[in-house]
């Protein structure tokens, strides 16, 4: 199983809604990334998990919140987000050795904030 | 991490081999050379990574020139599912599990 799966894959939110996205991974990956991906760009890293520890946070603002409730299940809670937060959410996973490894992306989370 | 410089789209004939080339002339000799590709809609996805030799695998090979400036993805015998976004990027150690995605090369296979 080389999958990673997202759910939902679309969501419409309202800028005082709290949601979460959700993703899973059954490789025995130990590293877990969500990215954003804002139309026609390039994806941008937000946060890595490894060993089900947050080691890296590129500044993302604190209404994005975060999750690793064990090594295959990430999620991302989402509270009073801009309308500008609207994009394509992206998951990986990869071994979590620091050279050589590939990283397994999910389909995304297609996120519109109204 | 190198910074890497992908021509912004190209056209490939379905059926003949598609040549992506990227420039990495700041690489230093512990980065690798990786390559995924995004087709629209989907999640990136992992195609091939090197070093320093040439790599190939079921999806594509790889050439890395020997001053590792360069480097060109090749799929040997493009299909209509080939047409998606090709990033080149360049990782080291330092950067530990931190990919960097740059623009990257539209490609557009035509019948």
């Known amino acids: 199983d080389t999958e990673v799966t997202q759910t939902p894959k679309h969501l419409v939110m309202g800028m005082t809604n709290k949601k979460s996205l959700k993703c899973e991974q059954h490789m025995g990956h130990r590293a877990m990334y969500w990215y954003k991906q804002k139309a026609k760009k390039p994806p941008e890293l937000m946060f890595v998990?490894?060993?089900?520890?947050?080691?890296i946070n590129e500044s993302v603002p604190s209404r994005f919140s975060p999750e690793c409730p064990n090594s295959s299940l990430l999620n991302l809670h989402l509270h009073a987000l801009q309308p500008e937060d609207s994009a394509l959410y992206l998951c990986a996973s990869s071994q979590g050795r620091v050279e050589g490894h590939e990283q397994y992306f999910g389909p995304g989370t297609r996120l519109t904030v109204t | 991490d190198a910074k890497t410089t992908q021509p912004t789209s190209m056209d490939c004939a379905e059926g003949r081999a598609a040549n992506l080339p990227c420039n990495h002339s700041?690489?230093?000799?512990?980065?690798?050379v990786y390559w995924y590709r995004q087709i629209h809609s989907q999640g990136p996805q992992y195609i091939i990574h090197?070093?320093?030799n040439n790599e190939t695998n079921e999806m594509a090979s790889l050439i890395i020139t020997e001053d590792r400036k360069s480097s060109t993805l090749i799929l040997p015998h493009a299909t209509l599912r080939d047409t998606a976004v090709y990033y080149c990027?360049?990782?080291?150690?330092?950067?530990?599990?931190?990919?960097?995605f740059g623009g990257g090369t539209r490609v557009l296979v035509k019948p």
């Open positions: 990027i360049v990782k080291g150690r330092a950067a530990g599990n931190k990919l960097t």
């Open positions: 998990y490894s060993y089900e520890k947050l080691s």
């Open positions: 090197g070093l320093k």
């Open positions: 700041t690489i230093s000799g512990n980065e690798y």
